[in-house]
C-alpha cells in the first residue's frame, strides 16, 4: 500500500490581532483494486457437447456423438474425439428435482439425404452427478453437403403419476460433406483394392513356386 502525503494551508479567524496559520497534513491512500468475486457454477450445471465428422467418403459411415456430463468446476470444453471432427458444446441447468421427478434425456438426429441409424428419439435416464451419452451412425450414399441438426431434450416424469412435461433445450445445427475417391463411390473402392490384392497374389504366386522349386 502507497501513500502520498499533502499539505493544506488553514487560516484560522485572527486571535488578538496575531494570524495564526497552521499546516495539516493530508494522508492519501492509494489501494489496490478489490477483484471481483466470480460466481461460482450451479450445482445442477452441465455441459451438452457435441462430436461430429466434417468429411465422409460417400457410402462410407461414422459417428455423431452428444454428451451430457457434470461441470462442476465450470472448466469443461468440448473435445473432438477423432482427426477431422468438429466439436461444439453449450451449457445446460438441470433442475434439482429428482426427489420428485424421474428425469429423462432425450435425443434425435435430423440430416435430410442421409441414412441416421438411429432415426428416432432416443431417451436415457438422468441421475444425479451421472454422465448421457448418445450416439448415431451416418452414412451419406452420394457426393454433396449436408446439414442436419441434433435436438436435446429433458422429460420430468412426476413420481406420484401426474402428466410428463417435455422442455426443449437445444438444437445444435452440424454440417458435413460427402466426397468421393476420384468420383468412385466406397463400395467400388473396396472393389478395386480387393481386385488388387487378388492380381498381386496371382503375380507373386509363379515366384514364390520357382524360389521353392530351387531350395530343393
Not at 123 to 145: A, N, R, Y
Request: charged share 15%; proline share 7%.
Amino acid at each position: 500500500m502507497a501513500s502520498n502525503i499533502s499539505w493544506r494551508w488553514i487560516s484560522l479567524m485572527p486571535i488578538r490581532h496575531c494570524l495564526i496559520i497552521l499546516l495539516i497534513p493530508t494522508i492519501l491512500l492509494a489501494c489496490s483494486p478489490v477483484p471481483a468475486p466470480v460466481a461460482a457454477p450451479a450445482p445442477g450445471q452441465r455441459l451438452l457437447s457435441l462430436d461430429f465428422p466434417t468429411t465422409i467418403r460417400a457410402g462410407d459411415t461414422d459417428v455423431v456423438y452428444l454428451t451430457l456430463e457434470l461441470d462442476t468446476s465450470g472448466n469443461l470444453t468440448a473435445t473432438a474425439q477423432s482427426t477431422g471432427n468438429a466439436a461444439s458444446a453449450q451449457t445446460i441447468q438441470i433442475p434439482n428435482v429428482y426427489d420428485t421427478h424421474n428425469i429423462l434425456a432425450e435425443s434425435r438426429l435430423e440430416m435430410a439425404g442421409v441414412i441416421v441409424r438411429p432415426d428416432a428419439t432416443v431417451s436415457e435416464p438422468l441421475l444425479p452427478g451421472q454422465k448421457v451419452i448418445f450416439f448415431w451412425s451416418l452414412q451419406p450414399l452420394d457426393v454433396g453437403t449436408y446439414r442436419g441438426r441434433v435436438w436435446f431434450y429433458l422429460r420430468f416424469v412426476p413420481k406420484n403419476g401426474g402428466d410428463d412435461t417435455r422442455v426443449a433445450l437445444s438444437a445444435m445445427e452440424i454440417e458435413l460433406e460427402s466426397r468421393s475417391f476420384f468420383g468412385l463411390s466406397a463400395s467400388v473402392v473396396r472393389w478395386l483394392g480387393l481386385g488388387g490384392i487378388f492380381i498381386s497374389v496371382m503375380l507373386g504366386l509363379p515366384l514364390l513356386v520357382d524360389a521353392l522349386r530351387r531350395s530343393r
